[in-house]
C-alpha cells in the first residue's frame, strides 16, 4: 500500500490512501508527487478548524500566478463516494465545476460534512495531524495565506 510523506518545517504528515473510493484522483496525486510536482509549494489556504490547501504551482517560489489558481493543465473527473469529510481527511480541490481537480488538495482540520458527496475525498492522514494543527494556526492575511511560507515536499514510499 504506498503512501506519501509531505514534509515541512513544522515535520512530516503521512498520508493513506482510498484507491478503491477514489482510484484517479490517487494515481494522479501520486503521479505529481512522485514527478516533484508538489515540491516547494506551500500551504496557500488555512482556515482553523476547517481545512489546510496547497499544491498549486503558483506558489511556488519565483512563480508568476497567484497562489491558489494554478493547475497541472488537466483536470480529472470527480469521484465521489461514501467517505466522509472528517479531521484528517485527504480530499482534492476544485472551483465550482465538479470535474476540475487537478493537482490542489486539502486537509481537513475538523470534520467538515457539508462537503460529502461534492468533493472527491482520497485519503487520509495517518500520523502527523499534529503538523496540521501547527499549520492551521498559523497567521494568516486577509485571503487567508499563511505570513509564514509552510514549503512542502511530498515523498512517495511503497
Do not use: W
Not at 489546510?52 to 497567484?66: H, T
Request: proline share 6%; with cysteine.
Amino acid at each position: 500500500m504506498k503512501q506519501a510523506v509531505i514534509s515541512t518545517q513544522f515535520g512530516d504528515i503521512v498520508l493513506g490512501f482510498f484507491p478503491d473510493k477514489a482510484p484517479n484522483h490517487v494515481a494522479n496525486f501520486l503521479k505529481l508527487a512522485e514527478s516533484g510536482f508538489y515540491d516547494g509549494t506551500i500551504f496557500h489556504r488555512v482556515i482553523p478548524g476547517f481545512m489546510i490547501q496547497g499544491g498549486c504551482p503558483n506558489s511556488k517560489p519565483n512563480a508568476r500566478g497567484v497562489p491558489g489558481t494554478g493547475g497541472p493543465g488537466y483536470t480529472i473527473k470527480a469521484e465521489f463516494n461514501d467517505v466522509s469529510h472528517d479531521r484528517g481527511i485527504l480530499s482534492m480541490a476544485r472551483s465550482s465545476d465538479p470535474d476540475s481537480a487537478g493537482c490542489q488538495f486539502f486537509i481537513c482540520h475538523a470534520a467538515a460534512k457539508f462537503l460529502n458527496g461534492q468533493y472527491t475525498a482520497f485519503g487520509e492522514v495517518l500520523s502527523g495531524l499534529e503538523v496540521v494543527d501547527k499549520i492551521a494556526e498559523l497567521d494568516r492575511n486577509s485571503k487567508d495565506m499563511p505570513r509564514e511560507r509552510v514549503e512542502m515536499k511530498i515523498t512517495v514510499r511503497g
